[in-house]
Protein backbone atom coordinates (compact mmCIF):
# COMPACT_ATOMS: atom_id res chain seq x y z
CA UNK A 1 0.00 0.00 0.00
CA UNK A 2 1.23 3.12 -0.57
CA UNK A 3 -0.81 6.58 0.53
CA UNK A 4 -0.70 9.74 -1.86
CA UNK A 5 -0.85 13.01 -0.75
CA UNK A 6 -1.02 15.83 -3.90
CA UNK A 7 -0.82 19.19 -2.91
CA UNK A 8 -0.34 22.52 -4.28
CA UNK A 9 -3.83 23.29 -5.68
CA UNK A 10 -5.18 26.58 -6.12
CA UNK A 11 -7.08 29.90 -7.52
CA UNK A 12 -4.79 31.28 -10.68
CA UNK A 13 -5.66 33.24 -12.81
CA UNK A 14 -6.12 32.54 -17.02
CA UNK A 15 -2.17 32.32 -18.09
CA UNK A 16 -1.43 32.12 -15.35
CA UNK A 17 1.38 28.78 -13.68
CA UNK A 18 0.67 26.59 -10.78
CA UNK A 19 2.80 23.17 -10.19
CA UNK A 20 1.10 20.52 -7.79
CA UNK A 21 2.80 17.87 -6.15
CA UNK A 22 2.18 14.53 -5.30
CA UNK A 23 4.74 12.80 -2.25
CA UNK A 24 4.27 9.67 0.11
CA UNK A 25 4.28 9.41 3.46
CA UNK A 26 5.52 5.95 4.11
CA UNK A 27 6.21 4.91 0.89
CA UNK A 28 9.13 6.08 -1.59
CA UNK A 29 7.42 6.59 -5.12
CA UNK A 30 10.65 5.35 -6.80
CA UNK A 31 8.63 1.93 -6.87
CA UNK A 32 5.93 3.48 -9.09
CA UNK A 33 4.44 4.29 -12.23
CA UNK A 34 2.85 7.60 -11.48
CA UNK A 35 0.18 9.16 -12.89
CA UNK A 36 -1.87 12.45 -12.75
CA UNK A 37 -5.11 12.70 -13.70
CA UNK A 38 -7.87 15.42 -13.50
CA UNK A 39 -11.58 15.45 -13.54
CA UNK A 40 -14.04 18.47 -13.49
CA UNK A 41 -17.65 18.34 -12.35
CA UNK A 42 -19.51 16.12 -14.71
CA UNK A 43 -16.63 14.58 -16.41
CA UNK A 44 -14.94 11.22 -16.71
CA UNK A 45 -11.87 11.23 -15.01
CA UNK A 46 -9.14 12.03 -17.57
CA UNK A 47 -5.30 11.39 -17.80
CA UNK A 48 -2.89 14.11 -18.02
CA UNK A 49 0.77 13.00 -17.63
CA UNK A 50 2.62 9.93 -16.85
CA UNK A 51 6.06 9.12 -15.65
CA UNK A 52 7.38 5.61 -15.35
CA UNK A 53 10.20 4.36 -12.25
CA UNK A 54 12.26 3.14 -14.26
CA UNK A 55 12.88 4.87 -17.42
CA UNK A 56 11.66 8.00 -16.58
CA UNK A 57 9.56 8.30 -19.85
CA UNK A 58 7.15 10.97 -19.71
CA UNK A 59 3.60 11.12 -21.18
CA UNK A 60 1.14 13.76 -22.12
CA UNK A 61 -2.57 13.95 -23.11
CA UNK A 62 -2.13 15.59 -26.76
CA UNK A 63 -4.41 18.22 -25.68
CA UNK A 64 -1.74 19.51 -22.56
CA UNK A 65 1.41 18.78 -24.73
CA UNK A 66 3.64 22.08 -24.37
CA UNK A 67 1.93 23.36 -21.57
CA UNK A 68 2.18 20.70 -18.48
CA UNK A 69 5.27 18.51 -17.46
CA UNK A 70 5.72 16.03 -15.28
CA UNK A 71 8.58 15.25 -13.52
CA UNK A 72 10.25 13.49 -10.11
CA UNK A 73 12.78 14.43 -7.37
CA UNK A 74 14.01 11.47 -5.70
CA UNK A 75 15.37 13.30 -3.49
CA UNK A 76 12.09 14.31 -1.90
CA UNK A 77 10.20 11.67 -2.86
CA UNK A 78 8.14 13.86 -5.11
CA UNK A 79 6.19 13.98 -8.45
CA UNK A 80 5.41 16.94 -9.96
CA UNK A 81 3.34 18.65 -12.39
CA UNK A 82 3.92 22.38 -13.64
CA UNK A 83 1.21 23.63 -15.30
CA UNK A 84 1.83 26.78 -17.35
CA UNK A 85 -0.32 29.11 -19.58
CA UNK A 86 -3.59 27.69 -17.94
CA UNK A 87 -7.11 28.05 -19.18
CA UNK A 88 -10.68 28.03 -17.17
CA UNK A 89 -10.99 24.54 -18.89
CA UNK A 90 -8.11 23.21 -17.00
CA UNK A 91 -10.17 23.79 -13.54
CA UNK A 92 -10.77 20.59 -11.71
CA UNK A 93 -9.73 18.58 -9.19
CA UNK A 94 -5.94 16.50 -9.69
CA UNK A 95 -5.31 13.38 -8.92
CA UNK A 96 -2.00 11.56 -8.90
CA UNK A 97 -2.19 7.67 -8.91
CA UNK A 98 0.73 5.05 -8.76
CA UNK A 99 1.46 1.63 -10.02
CA UNK A 100 4.21 -0.53 -9.83
CA UNK A 101 4.21 -1.03 -13.99
CA UNK A 102 1.62 0.54 -16.22
CA UNK A 103 1.93 -0.11 -19.23
CA UNK A 104 3.04 2.54 -22.02
CA UNK A 105 -0.17 1.96 -24.31
CA UNK A 106 -2.74 2.41 -21.28
CA UNK A 107 -1.11 5.22 -19.13
CA UNK A 108 -4.18 7.45 -19.59
CA UNK A 109 -6.62 4.68 -18.42
CA UNK A 110 -7.42 5.12 -14.67
CA UNK A 111 -7.93 1.34 -13.90
CA UNK A 112 -4.05 1.11 -14.70
CA UNK A 113 -3.18 2.49 -11.08
CA UNK A 114 -3.83 0.82 -8.45
CA UNK A 115 -3.46 3.80 -5.40
CA UNK A 116 -5.03 7.30 -5.80
CA UNK A 117 -4.33 10.41 -3.48
CA UNK A 118 -7.10 12.54 -2.92
CA UNK A 119 -6.71 15.16 -5.32
CA UNK A 120 -5.94 18.75 -4.99
CA UNK A 121 -8.40 21.81 -6.70
CA UNK A 122 -7.19 23.32 -9.18
CA UNK A 123 -9.30 26.60 -10.41
CA UNK A 124 -8.57 29.10 -13.18
CA UNK A 125 -10.44 31.73 -13.25
CA UNK A 126 -10.41 35.59 -13.62
Known amino acids: QVQLVESGGGLVQPGGSLRVSCTAS????????IGWFRQAPGKEREGVSS????????FYADSLKGRFTISRDKTKNTVYLQMNSLKPEDTAVYYC???????????????????WGRGTQVTVSS
Open 97 to 115: SAAVVVYEDTWYNPLSYDF
Open 26 to 33: ESTLDYYD
Open 51 to 58: ITRLSGRK
